[in-house]
């Protein structure tokens, strides 16, 4: 199904950083769920090796003592746990809530442990400080989480770690607000760089989605273009028909709307199609019938499980209110009246190709223009016979 239109729902919330829509919000997450899958576990991956590796510098501190196997134990958590997560998210494929539990719990389980090791090796909270500073900065702009939630893991992460070296590390008062401040500092730019990231991603997603978009949509009607119908519509439609439901498809063409032109200049001749395109849009079922404009002054409705009678009714509904629907011509200001001819084909059980019924409403509207304009014509089309074996 063609994407209904975009406009004023494309907001962001600049505090967020996250779509104020929700289901657009979700459609962004989706839309970048390989890449943040890809991007987890590659980070989970690389950053829980560095963190084994860090044992070296426990061996260094402490020599091999019982607590060195305890800070082993420790860090070799984090590994497992990050390397479960990373697994999980790249041969599982979770969906965006998944993804989000997975690097939070990783993220939860390694500052977890962290602090433990903080604890063992008080003597260091220096460099201890300079290690957590890195874990946010990789929490803020590597794991890919939602913003309030690496804010939130993050600063209570800071807390406790503050706590921890008033409690344990002897320092002195002003070592202790130097890092307090040096901390306070990662911490905001943190938070500002990964609003930033989102921002931009979002506003990239926006712009893509405002450039199909334009692509897909007539720029005087807002109606769907031929492009749309072919690239978007044409497979859609036709899966629908072969649901065993009937299709129906009906054609329109304004009657003698070059004389519109001619007489009351191209700015009437423009209100008349946007008058005449609102019409079809107002009766089309949003999410289910499609509104293209097929050429100048011809517009394709595509109308999935309505039946030929049904067709046909709207289409008369319609030529009856295009008939007795004013228009202002703006430059002139005449008030202009038009009709239009309509040609509805339908198969009953959707197996005959949309395209197939495009053609045969277009020859059906043309005779009713043959036929003196201002009419429906209509014909049900006959199931196509099956295939030779
Ligand atoms: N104002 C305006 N005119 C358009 C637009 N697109 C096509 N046209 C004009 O629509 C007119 C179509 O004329 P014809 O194909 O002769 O059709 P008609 O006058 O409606 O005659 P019948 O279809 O036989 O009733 C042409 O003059 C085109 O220039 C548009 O976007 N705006």
Redesign the pocket.
């Known amino acids: 199904m063609p994407r209904p239109p975009v406009s004023g729902h494309l907001a962001i919330d600049l505090l967020r950083a996250e779509f104020t829509d929700r289901l657009l919000e979700t459609a962004h997450l989706e839309a970048q769920l390989p890449r943040t899958r890809r991007q987890l576990a590659f980070t989970l991956l690389f950053c829980s090796l560095y963190f084994l590796c860090f044992f070296a510098t426990d061996v260094a501190a402490l020599g091999i003592v019982p607590d060195t196997a305890l800070l082993l134990g420790a860090r070799l958590l984090v590994a497992a746990c990050a390397w479960s997560c990373a697994w999980l998210v790249w041969r599982r494929r979770p969906g965006v809530k998944a993804s989000r539990l997975a690097a939070t719990v990783a993220e939860s389980v390694a500052l977890g442990c962290f602090m433990v090791i903080a604890l063992h090796r008080p003597g260091e909270f220096h460099w201890h400080a300079m290690s957590l500073a890195i874990m946010l900065l990789v929490i803020y702009l590597f794991i890919p989480n939602r913003l309030a939630t690496a804010l939130a893991i993050a600063a209570a992460a800071t807390a406790v770690f503050l706590g921890l070296t008033l409690a344990y590390a002897g320092m002195d008062f002003a070592d202790l607000l130097t890092m307090c401040m040096l901390l306070a500092l990662v911490n905001t730019f943190g938070a500002l760089a990964a609003r930033r990231y989102q921002l931009a991603t979002r506003e990239e997603y926006r712009a893509r989605l405002v450039l199909e978009d334009a692509a897909e949509r007539d720029w005087?009607t807002g109606c769907h273009n031929r492009r749309c119908l072919h690239d978007v519509l044409l497979d859609t439609a036709q899966a629908r028909g072969h649901a065993g439901q009937p299709l129906s498809v009906i054609l329109c063409?304004?009657?003698?709307?070059?004389?519109?032109?001619?007489s009351h200049?191209?700015?009437?001749?423009?209100a008349?199609?946007v008058d005449f395109s609102k019409l079809l849009q107002a009766v089309a079922r949003e999410g289910v019938d499609s509104v293209i404009r097929y050429?100048?002054?011809?517009f394709l409705l595509v109308l999935p499980g309505t039946s030929l009678s049904a067709g046909v009714q709207l289409a008369e509904w319609l030529r009856q209110r295009c008939a007795a629907m004013p228009v202002q011509g703006h430059a002139d200001g005449a008030t202009i009246y038009t009709t239009a001819?309509f040609g509805v084909a339908s198969c009953a059980d959707g197996d005959t190709p949309l395209l197939e019924l495009i053609d045969a409403a277009d020859k059906l509207m043309y005779t009713a223009?043959r036929n003196g304009?201002d009419r429906v014509e209509s014909l049900l089309l006959a199931a196509p016979l099956p295939k030779a074996a």
């Open positions: 005087l063409d304004i009657d003698h709307f070059k004389r519109i032109n001619d200049g191209h700015g009437a001749g423009d008349v199609l050429g100048g002054e011809e001819s223009k304009r």
